[in-house]
């Protein structure tokens, strides 16, 4: 009854504290401007079971593609295993599904195990391509400190995880062996896991009785306490982007790659311009609300859907990897982009929840996280959309950045001004006049 009770607070402190912390992160998403994208349900549907359920972008780099599937899969299956667990605490039951499901149980655990064992592999092989081998995208400046980390730990979690499994399964075997385990006897059978038949007896055959209850419920309690950890650390890690994943994937950019967005207000203007109907004199109609701002300066600036960009963000660095503007030296890293709209996010949302929703510390995303010279280095050639695996598009967010710079503060680059008036007064980015563009063509 005591562990029962200790099980059922754990569970509770557990999923409470996860709900909170994810509950804050859904608050400063909603911080951005709205944007609609419930339309083509079915499409988006299919975009997220290929990219976000079938990993099917994580393929073009196809060695770290298949150690992240075992991961992956790993992860979705041993959440059968959790459940068991679950209802094994609050019921004070071991193992409450196995003989109902007989051989079948058998099988799923088996298979949990060996997916536990690539999984195993798959994170000790991250550890070296981090640490040890240092793969160039994994170690840049950004990746600095925290980031770095964070990375590992959650590598040592995974590590640790299987750890325990194993320590439960195989002392569970030894003890089912001898006629001694906590689950129920069938026909005096043997597990017959797949793994711990053999590990089992190999680490803990020589062992007393009670030194094997100990190992097994060091294992079954070891478990359900690092998934609870792991649970309640995605909120603050980039591994966030498990779940998140999937919401984003869905939510994503269904227009052609290059379609950039215009504002309303600026539409409407322009058309009234253009509209020989209209009438010049007539009254404007009052603003509804305080009027949008030109571009983003700031996080709230920004759509939702940028700000959940930011938190999916996997720090993997394919987007930087494939960026020509970073290849050439440019001060521009499309992942540090989103890193730096996530911190920012999270600053500002902490203010907000202690000050008020009018707390101003001063600061903005614009130069005092993101800098002028990294959105001017974009080329906006969409790479970084492109090499992202769960569809985050930073061009949109650089996009935002730059109008802000150029419709609300005049800032633009010496060459991009000096384009600009040959379209306004040539047509064309060059400095000649319409009637002067062919006259190469009489040259001998």
């Not at 607070?9 to 709900?19: M, P, V």
């Not at 052609?256 to 009234?272: I, R, S, Y």
């Not at 499309?334 to 890193?339: A, D, L």
Request: aromatic share 10%; charged share 25%; net charge negative.
């Amino acid at each position: 009854m005591i562990s029962i009770i200790i099980f059922s607070i754990l569970l509770i402190i557990g999923f409470g504290y996860f709900a909170v912390n994810a509950n804050k992160i859904r608050t400063n998403i909603l911080m951005g401007r709205d944007v609609d994208r419930s339309d083509n349900k079915g499409e988006r549907f299919k975009v997220m079971s290929l990219i976000a359920l079938g990993q099917k972008k994580m393929f073009k780099r196809p060695i770290p593609a298949v150690l992240h599937l075992c991961l992956y899969v790993a992860f979705i299956i041993t959440q059968i295993e959790l459940i068991e667990i679950i209802a094994d605490g609050l019921s004070g039951e071991h193992r409450v599904f196995r003989s109902s499901l007989g051989a079948f149980y058998t099988f799923m655990i088996s298979f949990i195990e060996i997916l536990s064992v690539l999984a195993f592999v798959a994170t000790f092989i991250f550890l070296l391509r981090r640490n040890m081998i240092k793969v160039p995208r994994l170690n840049m400046k950004e990746m600095k400190g925290w980031p770095k980390l964070d990375g590992n730990m959650i590598l040592f979690m995974e590590l640790i995880l299987v750890t325990f499994i194993f320590m439960m399964n195989g002392a569970d075997e030894v003890l089912y062996n001898r006629g001694l385990s906590h689950a129920e006897q069938l026909n005096d059978e043997s597990f017959g896991f797949a793994v711990s038949q053999f590990v089992g007896p190999a680490l803990f055959g020589g062992m007393s009785e009670s030194s094997l209850h100990l190992i097994e419920r060091i294992g079954w309690w070891g478990h359900i306490v690092m998934v609870f950890t792991f649970l309640n650390y995605l909120p603050f890690s980039k591994h966030f982007h498990i779940i998140l994943a999937f919401p984003n994937t869905y939510f994503s950019n269904l227009n052609p790659q290059g379609q950039f967005t215009n504002m309303d207000a600026v539409m409407k203007e322009v058309k009234l311009m253009m509209d020989p109907d209209a009438d010049p004199y007539a009254e404007p109609e009052e603003p509804e609300g305080e009027p949008q701002r030109f571009g983003a300066k700031d996080v709230e600036d920004l759509t939702w859907k940028n700000l959940l960009d930011s938190y999916t963000c996997t720090e993997c660095g394919r987007c930087t990897s494939n960026c020509p503007a970073n290849r050439t030296g440019k001060l521009l890293s499309p992942r540090k982009i989103m890193m730096d709209t996530r911190d920012r996010l999270e600053e500002k949302g902490k203010g907000i929840r202690k000050n008020g929703k009018d707390y101003d510390d001063g600061k903005s995303l614009l130069n005092d996280y993101i800098t002028e010279e990294e959105l001017w280095a974009c080329t906006t050639c969409n790479a970084c959309v492109e090499a992202c695996p769960v569809n985050i598009d930073p061009l949109s967010i650089i996009m935002d950045m730059r109008r802000y710079l150029v419709m609300e503060e005049s800032k633009v680059p010496t060459e991009l001004a000096g384009m600009t008036s040959n379209i306004e007064n040539n047509g064309a980015p060059w400095q000649f006049s319409p009637d002067d563009r062919l006259n190469w063509k009489d040259e001998d």
